[in-house]
């Protein structure tokens, strides 16, 4: 019986004998990562169990993303508690404001996570280094505390499930479209605790922009992880970056998976999560009706350059609609330079946008766009719980770029092959 990627990966760092769906293991850690939210918590718990040091300066990662640029005394002094960790440990991985970006796009950006590798982080969506070839899960931040004194965690390999994207995708359809269909198909719960492997020929085609975007709302279906396998894509796209020597490991022609979902990408259309999961999902065309008051373009999900590009070519010429706010956030200092290089920021401007810094703010409901009682915004995050973006009785809906652009000019959720 042959092995996926997810368990060769795992059995990799764990002894390197074959491993299993169901086995527990404890296995060895590339990078643990902790933001300013979570890290606070595994700083202190570390401390309080007596370690004085980390167990790989370089291998620990802190990104201050969530409240920065700080919004209120409480946010800072979160920040300042990763600072002050970070210099005292002297760690390889920490950015300050003006450098740091959202860290889902950072660090496979600059290169600190790489193929092969297995990482853990303090946040959900740590899942979004699959798309490289990795292993990346989100755990606690007392699971993070263990990690960065000892270099290892305890895993039950996961099952594995596997999605076929086949054919030719449409204009405006991209990765998001791709996991919007996956999660409304089988549910939050649909992957509870196991590995997404995305195959087929429309992931073979389809920019690492995207499948990052895939693999990081694979959470969202309640999976343990979402991977792609390494390809030429990957190659290219790790070939300059990678701080370190990669791995590569596929999954075996014979390797067991629990379920598994074919799509043709061909009918796939531009897709919107409805209020309040992200499994309420919905054709963009069906819901020209619902008119909006915010739209975010930005976040570990969708704030690359692709996505901006993307965004741009709606607006060019257009005007956002005098009800609605517009606000984009490239998720990373080298996105926001290379935005305003090739002149997307005229174009916003010009829309009547708003441009901010590398931030998660709004995602989270932490500020850069707060929503108010009755408000609705649709955005390219991840998540549209209850209450997620403010007040609990406002309303948020998922979409790709190119949709939230065309409902920022429009004033209604649109579809853009209908603008």
Not at 15 to 26: I, L, M, R, W
Not at 112 to 140: E, K, N, Q
Not at 153 to 161: A, H, I, K, N, T
Not at 327 to 338: E, F, H, Y
Request: charged content about 20%; aromatic content about 8%; hydrophobic content about 40%.
């Amino acid at each position: 019986m042959g092995s996926t990627i997810t368990q060769k990966i795992i059995a990799a760092h764990s002894g390197g004998k074959a491993v299993k769906a169901g086995d527990f293991v404890y296995a060895d850690v590339d990078i643990a990562l902790g933001n300013d939210i979570t890290a606070p918590i595994g700083i202190h718990e570390f401390k309080a169990a007596g370690f004085k040091k980390v167990f790989d300066k370089t291998k620990v990662v802190l990104v201050p993303d969530h409240f920065t640029p700080n919004k209120d005394i409480k946010s800072a002094e979160q920040s300042k508690i990763l600072r002050d960790f970070a210099r005292e440990q002297g760690l390889t991985h920490y950015w300050e404001v003006g450098r740091v970006g959202v860290e889902h796009a950072l660090l496979p950006e600059q290169g600190v996570v790489v193929p092969g590798d297995l990482i853990i982080g303090a946040d959900s969506h740590t899942c979004t280094y699959g798309a490289i070839g990795a292993f990346a899960t989100g755990m606690g931040s007392t699971d993070f505390a263990g990690a960065m004194a000892s270099g290892k965690v305890w895993l039950r390999v996961p099952e594995s499930m596997k999605f076929v994207f086949k054919g030719k995708r449409r204009r405006w359809v991209g990765g998001k479209d791709f996991i919007l269909a996956t999660i409304g198909k089988i549910g939050v719960s649909g992957a509870l605790y196991r590995s997404m492997e995305f195959v087929g020929d429309a992931i073979t085609e389809l920019p690492m922009d995207d499948r990052l975007t895939m693999c990081n709302m694979a959470i969202e279906a309640g999976a343990k992880n979402g991977v792609v396998a390494f390809d030429k894509v990957t190659q290219e796209y790790e070939t300059g970056r990678a701080e370190r020597k990669w791995k590569v490991y596929q999954s075996d022609a014979d390797a067991v998976y629990v379920e598994t979902y074919e799509f043709d990408a061909s009918k796939l259309p531009p897709m919107v999560a409805c209020p309040h999961l992200p499994e309420n999902v919905k054709p963009a065309a069906q819901l020209s009706d619902i008119s909006i008051d915010q739209v975010v373009i930005g976040s570990c999900t969708n704030g690359r350059i692709s996505d901006l590009r993307i965004a741009a070519e709606i607006l060019k010429g257009r005007k956002t609609h005098k009800n609605v706010r517009l606000i984009v956030l490239p998720a990373t200092p080298d996105i926001w330079r290379q935005a305003m290089d090739e002149g997307l920021y005229a174009i916003f401007t010009d829309a009547d946008a708003v441009i901010g810094p590398p931030t998660c703010g709004p995602c989270l409901g932490g500020h850069m766009g707060i929503l108010a009682a009755g408000e609705r915004a649709i955005a390219t995050t991840n998540r549209n719980f209850v209450g997620r973006m403010g007040h609990p009785k406002s309303e948020v809906y998922l979409s790709n770029p190119a949709v939230a652009a065309a409902s920022a000019v429009t004033g209604v959720i649109t579809d853009p092959d209908n603008l």
